[in-house]
């Protein structure tokens, strides 16, 4: 569980609202280079993203998962030249986890 908090919570400031607001001076000097963070990220998602507690972990973590932060990770995949079959393979485990939030909606609304 902490492993799903954490790779959520990296990847929300590196796509999400306040995506602008992360600047380094010098990205060089610190070797800040956000959209290998972002591919790196990916990754992670897609190794775990074949255990179903993980995917209903990361639909229900309401504080910092947002269906908007997948199609903006693979707008960043995009423009940085990653692969078709990572960039289609995300997107799928984007629709997996929104399957999940969907029917945990439903479950809640129903009770």
Not at 28 to 49: A, H, R
């Amino acid at each position: 569980m902490f492993v799903r908090k954490a790779i959520c919570f990296a990847i929300f400031p590196q796509v999400g609202p306040k995506q602008r607001d992360l600047k380094v001076k010098d990205r060089n000097e610190y070797e800040f280079k956000p959209e290998q963070l972002v591919s790196g990220i990916t990754k992670i998602y897609l190794n775990l993203g074949e255990d179903e507690g993980f995917c209903k972990a990361v639909a229900g973590d309401g504080r910092s998962f947002s269906t908007q932060l997948f199609p903006k990770a693979v707008h960043v995949l995009q423009k940085t030249g990653s692969m078709p079959g990572t960039i289609s393979h995300f997107e799928a485990l984007h629709n997996k986890i929104c399957v999940g939030v969907l029917c945990m909606f439903y479950v809640v609304q129903n009770t």
